[in-house]
């Protein structure tokens, strides 16, 4: 309920009237609540302030209002009729206390200038918003203006509102409201990486995710057999046990169980030319000839061959076939 009062307001003599310029890019300009003869309160002449100084001085600087927003919680300084066929009026009612967790008042507050704004998008009128003093709860909403609608930093938002009020804020509570409001916008608004690119890029960013967690899976799967068959035990043998020199050879097929390159040549089908790899006396022709029966190349493209099958066998994980290979060796 919004009370009556016939008790001045508090450092209301000790404040300029109205401020001396619009706030930076709106077209809020702030004043304190103008006191008229009628409430029944006695202010001494050069202290005056009433809704017809208002409008005079409106007059000597060429600006015109379109709405006043009366953000007091008292109703009887003035008589709002005063402006019916001049300019619009708003009493938006709020407390001199608890209004920075009024969540309410300031949706009202932004829907009522976002309003005005979109019905006077051709013409320059401004709006006049007074509580008061002009100086905590106008400042308040004010800056939250800057903050939520015109997406200002809170340090910025202040001060603009005291450059152009001639005042500073002297509450902390609506300072550290402020900063809140901020951190609560940063933490609602999406991240600059999700508004960039088309529909289907998006789309392609979220396939990544499912994508790159089977190539994980894959790659554990191939280093759990790397560690099976280098470290075979006797539950492992389908004989029971393997006698002492028939023991199978450790054996590495992991991803990272060869150098690159190397591994590229094998899948290639192709090897270095050098022998520094291989010692001759290892070589196993299919038709059973010795080494000196074929020239050079040849014996390569056997050992080539040769090599190939091995990896394939090892590359395909299947224990029978690659201990029947460590076997012929």
């Known amino acids: 309920m919004v009370r009556t009062c016939r008790r001045f307001p508090q450092n209301w003599q000790n404040v300029i009237p109205i401020s001396g310029e619009v706030v930076e890019n709106t077209r809020f300009i702030i004043f304190k609540t103008p006191v008229d003869a009628e409430c029944g309160l006695r202010v001494r002449k050069e202290k005056q302030f009433t809704t017809r100084d208002l409008l005079f001085q409106f007059v000597q600087r060429g600006q015109e209002l379109g709405l006043i927003i009366n953000l007091s919680f008292s109703t009887r300084y003035y008589d709002p009729a005063v402006f019916d066929c001049i300019t619009e009026h708003k009493h938006i009612p709020c407390p001199p206390a608890g209004y920075t967790r009024r969540e309410d008042i300031v949706k009202k507050f932004l829907s009522t200038v976002d309003t005005f704004l979109n019905n006077h998008k051709d013409d320059n009128l401004l709006i006049g918003i007074h509580c008061s003093d002009g100086i905590n709860r106008s400042g308040y909403l004010v800056c939250r203006y800057l903050i939520d609608r015109l997406h200002m930093g809170s340090d910025a938002a202040l001060d603009a509102f005291e450059k152009a009020?001639?005042?500073?804020?002297?509450?902390?509570?609506?300072?550290?409201?402020?900063?809140?409001?901020?951190?609560?916008?940063?933490?609602?608004?999406?991240?600059?990486?999700?508004?960039?690119?088309?529909?289907?890029?998006?789309?392609?960013?979220?396939?990544?995710?499912?994508?790159?967690?089977?190539?994980?899976?894959?790659?554990?799967?191939?280093?759990?057999?790397?560690?099976?068959?280098?470290?075979?035990t006797e539950e492992d043998s389908p004989i029971g046990s393997w006698p002492e020199d028939r023991k199978p050879v450790p054996v590495s097929i992991g991803p990272q169980a060869m150098p690159k390159k190397k591994k590229e040549e094998f899948e290639d089908g192709e090897f270095m030319e050098g022998d520094e790899y291989f010692e001759e006396d290892d070589d196993v022709f299919e038709d059973g000839g010795e080494p000196s029966d074929l020239s050079t190349s040849q014996r390569r493209r056997v050992r080539r061959k040769r090599l190939t099958k091995k990896f394939n066998i090892m590359k395909s994980g299947k224990f029978h076939l690659i201990q029947e290979v460590l076997r012929e060796e």
């Open 165 to 232: 009020r001639g005042h500073t804020i002297e509450r902390g509570s609506c300072i550290q409201a402020l900063h809140r409001a901020v951190a609560e916008r940063r933490n609602k608004e999406p991240s600059p990486i999700e508004n960039l690119g088309s529909d289907g890029e998006r789309k392609s960013r979220k396939r990544k995710a499912p994508e790159l967690s089977q190539a994980d899976e894959m790659l554990q799967q191939l280093a759990m057999l790397e560690q099976h068959f280098s470290q075979p």
